[in-house]
Every structure is written in structure tokens, then in C-alpha cells.
Nanobody, 128 residues
Framework: QVHMVESKGGSVQAGGSLTLSCAAS????????MAWHRQAPGKEREEVAI????????YYAESVKGRFTISHDPAQNTVDLQMDRLKPDDTATYYC?????????????????????WGQGTQVNVSS
């Protein structure tokens, strides 16, 4: 079965950069998109970036637009999240998840129909 494995996160000062990588353990026969989500303590999970495999089109939450970049390498089965100009509010556990692109008020990558869609999560800490 396919598993999503995220790279180790880390700690960085505000204004710094960090790249997270999500690797699928084998060829994905399910899903047509990948998303990065994050969840901070006491807050709801937020989908911050999506990439649609077929066209490479990307979608971003307003909170990260212009600072985060999601990219896909089909040959490596990886999806990276480049995070620049990090802020303390970006501190959270970050998860990647495969899914199917859908629209309900906004575009989202729905993981419901993908087996083992979620990675284990990786911690990102941004200090002021």
C-alpha cells in the first residue's frame, strides 16, 4: 500500500525559509492532487497549498499566498512545500495528503477516497 512520508521539519527564526517534502512510497494509483495542511495547538486544521497533478495548477490559502510554493516531481513521486518569509503564526504540525480535487465554495484536495492518504505529520517551529 502507498504511504506518504514527510521529511523532518525544523525550527527557524521569523523571516527564514524551510522546505518540506512529501514522498509517496510507490506509484500512486489513487488521487489527482496533493495538499499540505497544518494544524497548530488549539486551532482547526488548515489546508494551505494544493497542487493538481494533471495540469500543475496550484492553490494557496490566503494566509500563505506569496510566501509558500508547492511543487510536484512526478519522477521522484514527491511534493515539496517551499516556505519563505516564515512567521511565528506558521508554527504548526504540517501534513501532506493525497486526494481528488473538488470544489465546494473553494478548491480543496479531498482525501476521503484515497487509502493511506495522510502522512504522519512534521513539526515546524518559527520563533520571533
Amino acid at each position: 500500500q502507498v504511504h506518504m512520508v514527510e521529511s523532518k521539519g525544523g525550527s527557524v527564526q521569523a523571516g527564514g525559509s524551510l522546505t518540506l517534502s512529501c514522498a509517496a512510497s510507490e506509484y500512486m494509483s489513487e488521487g489527482n492532487c496533493m495538499a499540505w495542511h497544518r494544524q497548530a495547538p488549539g486551532k482547526e486544521r488548515e489546508e494551505v497549498a494544493i497542487i493538481y497533478f494533471r495540469t500543475g495548477k496550484t492553490y494557496y490559502a490566503e494566509s500563505v499566498k506569496g510566501r509558500f510554493t508547492i511543487s510536484h516531481d512526478p519522477a521522484q513521486n514527491t511534493v515539496d512545500l517551499q516556505m519563505d518569509r516564515l512567521k511565528p503564526d506558521d508554527t504548526a504540525t504540517y501534513y501532506c495528503a493525497a486526494g481528488y480535487l473538488q470544489f465546494l465554495y473553494k478548491w480543496y484536495c479531498n482525501p476521503s477516497d484515497v487509502r493511506n492518504a495522510w502522512g504522519q505529520g512534521t513539526q515546524v517551529n518559527v520563533s520571533s
